[in-house]
């Protein structure tokens, strides 16, 4: 007798990533619309935004990457589609942080630690978001930020989520690589099994 089984479709799951930068884009229509708030209480959005990617990234993002899994699809196919879904969850969490360092004001949250020009430094300083991007980079791929040194207690918490949320997506993706290929395996050794019974 065969096993039916319904396999949900997980085509629009890439549609919905983006989303997870809507409330940033709020926060800075709030940050335009009332500044004196937003400044006495930037300490708290700060803290509610890691807070709020660290739940959404470790209850839904990886989430999907398993579900997405254990979807039967030929092995090539579920992990090209694995390495896809990989490759947009590490692009928005760092878009997401570099966002966040970005609308707390990078230089702000950051002191950069090295000796260039001042003409360098100028330059640096007029490219706000792409010293925040960098360093987003730099934290989520764990290289290190010995360049730019978190000055508030909440800069320090978001370098230490945002590299811990590098570290676990790595293993998260290595580990789905590896159920997906072992499924793989089990399900055509399932299929000889039958076929020689």
Same mark, same amino acid.
């Given at each position: 007798?065969?096993?039916?089984?319904?396999?949900?479709?997980?085509?629009?799951?890439?549609?919905?990533?983006?989303?997870?930068?809507?409330?940033?884009?709020?926060?800075?229509?709030?940050?335009?619309?009332?500044?004196? @708030? /937003?400044?006495?209480?930037?300490?708290?959005?700060?803290? %509610?935004?890691?807070?709020?990617?660290?739940?959404?990234?470790?209850?839904?993002?990886?989430?999907?990457?398993?579900?997405?899994?254990?979807?039967?699809?030929?092995?090539?196919?579920?992990?090209?589609?694995?390495?896809?879904?990989?490759?947009?969850?590490?692009?928005?969490?760092?878009?997401? @942080?570099?966002?966040?360092?970005?609308?707390?004001?990078?230089?702000?949250?950051?002191? /950069?630690?090295?000796?260039?020009?001042?003409?360098?430094? %100028?330059?640096?300083?007029?490219?706000? @978001?792409?010293?925040?991007?960098?360093?987003?980079?730099?934290? @989520?791929?764990?290289? !290190?930020?010995?360049?730019?040194?978190?000055?508030?207690?909440?800069?320090?918490?978001?370098?230490?989520?945002?590299?811990?949320?590098?570290?676990?997506?790595? !293993?998260?993706?290595?580990?789905?690589?590896?159920? %997906?290929?072992?499924?793989?395996?089990?399900?055509? %050794?399932?299929?000889?099994?039958?076929?020689?019974?």
């Amino acid at each position: 007798m065969t096993k039916i089984t319904s396999t949900p479709n997980l085509n629009w799951v890439p549609l919905l990533l983006p989303l997870l930068l809507v409330p940033l884009f709020g926060e800075w229509a709030w940050r335009n619309q009332s500044p004196l @708030f /937003f400044a006495e209480n930037r300490e708290v959005f700060l803290f %509610a935004d890691i807070v709020y990617i660290v739940l959404v990234r470790l209850m839904f993002l990886d989430v999907m990457l398993f579900l997405f899994s254990r979807v039967p699809h030929p092995l090539h196919a579920t992990l090209i589609r694995i390495v896809a879904l990989y490759l947009e969850i590490t692009a928005i969490t760092i878009i997401y @942080f570099a966002l966040l360092f970005y609308l707390f004001d990078v230089f702000q949250l950051f002191h /950069f630690n090295a000796s260039i020009g001042a003409e360098n430094l %100028a330059s640096i300083r007029d490219h706000s @978001f792409l010293t925040a991007l960098y360093i987003s980079t730099v934290i @989520f791929t764990t290289l !290190g930020s010995g360049d730019w040194v978190p000055q508030t207690l909440n800069a320090m918490l978001g370098v230490s989520v945002e590299a811990i949320l590098g570290v676990v997506q790595s !293993g998260v993706f290595m580990a789905i690589v590896i159920y %997906a290929h072992q499924n793989k395996l089990t399900r055509v %050794a399932s299929a000889e099994h039958d076929h020689v019974s």
